[in-house]
Structures are given as C-alpha cells and as structure tokens.
C-alpha cells in the first residue's frame, strides 16, 4: 500500500526566497512539532517494512522540489559539515559532497586549521573554512577567548544554512567538543536542523541536553554507537527482539528526536512510528557510507522543512527515509559495476543517476 | 594437479566479531604454528611451477571471503601500513588503496607529519595519522620521549588491525627506524602479522631479531633487498641455480617467517615447500607494484588466518600467493590497453576486476 502516492502533487512547490531564512526555520519547527496523528504501527515487522519500502520512493518523489529557472543560488539548500582535524579529512568531505551530488546548490566544511588545505584539495567545489582548534594548538589561558571566536566565525553564517550536519571526521578533542558544543547550542537557538554523526554522537551521549527535546534533530547512530545510547539513556542493553519498540523509547526519552538506526535495515523513530528502510544494498562494507547518509540525511530533510509536503507526518523522518533510501540505491549501483572494489567515491558517483532514477529532473 | 579444488567450500565461513580481535588473532598464530606436514617438493622446477600456479586461482577462490549482508563495517579487514616520510609519499598510498581496492573495509596509514597531507590528498578514503617523526624535527634530548609518544599513537589502534605492512616509503632516518622497530615489537606482542617490505627491509636485515621466530612475519625483498639478508644471514651469495633450497634455507634461518621473493617467478617459502608463482604480468617495470603487493598479501593473509581455510597449510603462505598472483594478473590487465605507458595507478584500477574475474563478489 502506497500511502504517500497522492501527495506528489506537492512537487510543484515554489521554495520560499532566501532572504526569509529565519522564518522559514521557525516554521521547519512549528511543521515538526505540529504535525498530526500518526497511522498505527502494524504489529507484525514484515508488513511495517513492506509498507515503507513502498513509501521511500515516493517519499523522494515528494520531497524533491522541481528544479524550476526561476529559482536563485541557495534556493535548493546550503548545508554546512562541522567536521574535519588533524587525523580526519574524509569523512567530512565525504558527507559535504554528497549533499552537492544530491543536488544542494552550497556546501560549506567547518573544519582545523590543519584539516582544511586537504580538503579544498578534494574538491573545487566546497567551501572550506578552516576556523577550528584542537588543543594542541591553543594555550590553556587562550582557551575561553579561541572558543568565542570560532563560534562567532560559524555563528556569522548560521542564518543561512538550512542544515547542519555535525560529526564526520571531527575527531574526540576535548576542547574541539566544547566549542561544538556552543556551535550545536547556536544553530538549535536559530532552529536549524542539526544531523549528528560520528564522534558528535560521542559528544551528545555524554550531553544528552544538547539534543533533548530538540524536534529539528537527527542522530544516526551505527550499532556501537546505537549501544552507548541505549545504555545511557535506557539504562538497558540493546534488545533486538523488540527493536522498534526500544528505538522509539529511546527517541522518546530523547524528547522526540529523531534517530535513524543503521543496519541492515535502517530502522528510524522520532518516539512514534517507526520507520524502517530496508532496500538492498550491497555486502560491502567500506568505511565511509556513514558520511554519505549524514550529507544525503540534511538535504532531504531541509527540502522536506520548507513546504508542507505532507502534513500529517513529520518532515525530519521523511528527509531520513529519503536519505536512507538514496544511499542505498546509489551502493547497489555501485556494487553492480564495482564489486568488491566498490569504495565511497564510487557510491557518491552514482548518488546523482540513482535520484535521477527516481525523480527525474525533466 | 590442483590440490585445493576440494576446499572451495570453505568460502562459506563466517567471520568472528570484531569484540574478539585479540582472540582471532591469538588463533592466527595458532594456525600458523599447528599447520600440518606439507606435500615435498617435486625436484623438477618446472613441475613445481606448474603445480603451483594451477593451485594460486584455487587458493584465492578458497581464502576470499563471501560477501554476506549481515557482516558490518570492518568484518572484511582492517589494514595499516607504517610508511611515508618527507621524500615518500606515493608508496604508502600505492599499499593501502590496494588493499582497500582488493575488498578491506578500512585502511590507515601511520607516516610523518609531512607526509601526512600529501597521502591524505591523494584519496579521502584512507585514515592518515600523522604521528611518526623524522631526525631532523626533534631534538637529541627530547628523542626518548618523542619515541614513546610515537610508539602509543600507534599502539592504541594496535587491536584493532588485521595485518601491518611496515616499509612502503618510510625512508631510512635513524629515529624513525627506532620508532618503528619499536611498534614492530608491539604488533608482535599483540599478534598482528606483519608484511615487511621496503625499507622495514633494510631495518630488519640490521635487526634480524625484530622478526627472528614469527610465523606472521612476510618479508618480501626484491633482487637487491634479497641479496643482502643472504649475505647477511647464509653469509654467501645469491645462487640461482639452487634458489628453491636457498630461499628455504633462508627462511628457516630466520625461524620459519615467510619469505616472498619477488622475481621474474615469485617464490614463497617459510622454510618448508617453496611455492612459485609464475602467472605472466607485464615486462613494464614501473615503481610502485612492490607496494601493491604488499597491501594485496596484506588482506589475503589476514582472510587466509581469519578461518581453517586449509588445515595442512600455512595461511600466511596462502596469502603470498594470493597476493602475488592477483597483482600479476592486474599488471597484465593494465598492460593490454596502457602499453609501455603503464603506470602503478593504472594497475590499481585493475585490481577490482582481476579478483572478480577470479572469485566473483555475486
């Protein structure tokens, strides 16, 4: 059964004109918390899956705005990565190009000063600022004054942004955490929807109020992380024999959050419905898909925010369903052609036929 | 003759947790240690040649694992390889996109600081740490402690790696070889096999202990690198016309590591049967393919002991010639559309499809 079919009408949307961002936001929050009943979960896991699958594509559908020529730059949505340090350039490059090949007209990197030529070397295509600290670099006594600065060098662009994806390659500084912290802190008081991946998973379990109650937020947790989370807010271990119902008490607890579960099904709850995607990808396991997810995760949901595409569910589950949904064709195409090969640059090639696939451009 | 037809069907194992690293690779040296008697050695060189490269194709499709939906990230292999120093950097990259490419979830190089950004621009998907340190950045009196600080940057992945390539690029400055004899003795202790190659050739033939008596050690030398642990060790010179019983004699010398000589035939042995395999590359003799073939012997060898493969048979010796083998069959790949302009890169690109055409992914 294909609930969503009727709602592609919604594809004719016009985006609301840059110059509004605040308000837009501010009504991103109000569609999150104001959306209606949701339909009953059926308690038989097949069915609940079959009706997803059925749905993800034409949640994409739904979702995806119609490229119309009148629009401007920025108008298909800025995404920033805070992400990037000495060890890690990957993985934030990885989740900011994604959002580019989905079709995000801007996306920035927020990274170390150390992180950031490496990658720019990537890509022409991003915008990287190298604006963050480790405390290796930074004296004990310049600590408070480094820390208003660097939120202050991403506070300065926040209002444009439609989505933040926070995690991938940041990497487990204590001081780097901090100034995140208060860059998390910032984006929730200008309601920008925050997706956490990564090592900023590490850093919300341990801060769970940085997160809590916050509607406009995504965690997507792999199986350890998803563990750690259990553990701390449930105070349980991870039961899979009552995995949906365990995941929307988590995401409960977390003040109805959204989480986005990753495995073999990516199973996704904001306390309510539980979702699961479940489209084959492939077997292959490289590191890196993670990022792709949290990069493809922000644009669907800053496309699902900006009109009300369906208005009896919430638009951050659906940006995850899609999200989901699209790394997971783009793996499968990949695997086809690549095999046992198949490494994340290969996936992030085929990101762009697989939503063409499904949406076409025209 | 093909010997190992019959074992085709351990493909189908699974793999062990990834909680248990240190178990699987207690029981990696177990199996190395317990492997049962080994078929003699025909006395007819071209009979043991034909022997062998009908069995190289055999012992891939036994070792290489099957790609099954329900393994997660790291389950096909975790590789590093310690190289990569101010003058190189091309040779450590070469080693672990190699092994990504041939199908390992993850790999990370451990190299300078200089290093570091050149190796990470090449490709976003492997973890570089710059955390080794050359003579010329670190002063007399702090040597003891910079070493220690070396040596637990690297210690603290240690667990978590399948195998080790030490050598691709690593250069030959005093401190950083101390360093690395250093982590060398930590892998050891830990279990990790290791794939000596390069310049770790030129540490290990001064310092025949580092490896003396570890069944996980390959050494992999090429014409000149094999002439001097001859000379050192047998105290004689190269004779090609005994190479089988002086590379055996060579090898057992060092307490039964494994020896792959590289040549017009590879020729493997750790002290007991010689193995060669002859499959025709290339006469393209470009630098780098040393490199690709220590990461190639680096990811079979971590399948070949992840699981009883071949009871009667060395696993770290599978791994040689599985490795050996899928680089001859990629260089020759490349050769037939490159010519004369074959670089190591090209070759690289050909490692996908080589190991497919072997042992298809399905």
């Known amino acids: 059964m294909n609930q969503f079919a009727p709602l592609s009408i919604a594809r004719n949307y016009s985006f609301a004109s840059s110059t509004v961002a605040v308000l837009r936001r501010q009504s ?7 959306r209606g009943i949701h339909h009953k ?18 949640i994409i559908r739904a979702i995806t705005p119609t490229l119309d020529p009148t629009r401007h730059k920025g108008q298909a949505g800025r995404i920033a990565v805070i992400g990037g340090c000495r060890e890690y350039t990957g993985a ?9 090949k989905i079709g995000a007209d801007l996306s920035h990197v927020f990274c170390t000063k150390d992180a950031a030529p490496i990658i720019k070397s990537y890509s022409p295509e991003l915008i990287v600022h190298p604006v963050l600290e480790e405390s290796y670099s930074v004296r004990e006594e310049e600590r408070k004054q480094v820390s208003v600065k660097v939120v ?6 926040m209002e444009r942004f439609d989505c933040l994806v926070v995690g991938p390659g940041l990497g487990r500084d204590p001081f780097l955490l901090d100034c995140v912290s208060e860059i998390m802190k910032h984006a929730r008081h200008s309601n920008v929807p925050i997706v956490v991946d990564g090592d900023a998973l590490f850093l919300v379990t341990n801060n769970l109020d940085l ?11 792999n199986v350890n992380e998803y563990k750690r989370l259990v553990q701390k807010v449930l105070k349980c271990e991870v039961d899979d024999a009552d995995a949906h119902g365990q995941l929307s008490s988590l995401a409960k607890q977390i003040g109805g959050v959204t989480i986005l579960r990753k495995g073999r099904s990516d199973l996704i709850s904001d306390g309510d419905l539980v979702n699961s995607v479940s489209i084959y990808g492939s077997p292959r396991r490289c590191g890196g898909q993670g990022d792709i997810l949290s990069g493809s ?19 951050t589950i659906l940006g995850c369903i899609a999200g989901s949904a699209l790394l997971r064709k783009a793996v499968s195409l990949a ?23 499904i949406s076409p451009a025209r």
């Open 335 to 357: 695997f086809e052609t690549r095999k046992r090969a198949t490494l994340t640059t290969d996936i992030i090639e085929c990101l762009g036929r697989s939503l063409e696939d």
């Open 92 to 100: 934030p490059y990885f989740a900011a190009i994604s959002a580019l």
């Open 297 to 315: 995760v922000a644009v669907f949901l800053s496309w699902a925010h900006r009109d009300s595409v369906a208005a009896d569910r919430n638009p």
């Open 28 to 34: 991103f929050l109000i569609r999150a918390l104001g």
């Open 152 to 157: 202050a060098e991403v506070d300065k662009w």
């Open 41 to 58: 979960v059926d308690s038989t896991i097949g069915s609940i899956m079959q009706e997803t699958e059925a749905d993800a594509v034409s």
């Open 211 to 221: 997160v809590h109650g916050y509607p406009l937020a995504v965690l997507t947790p």
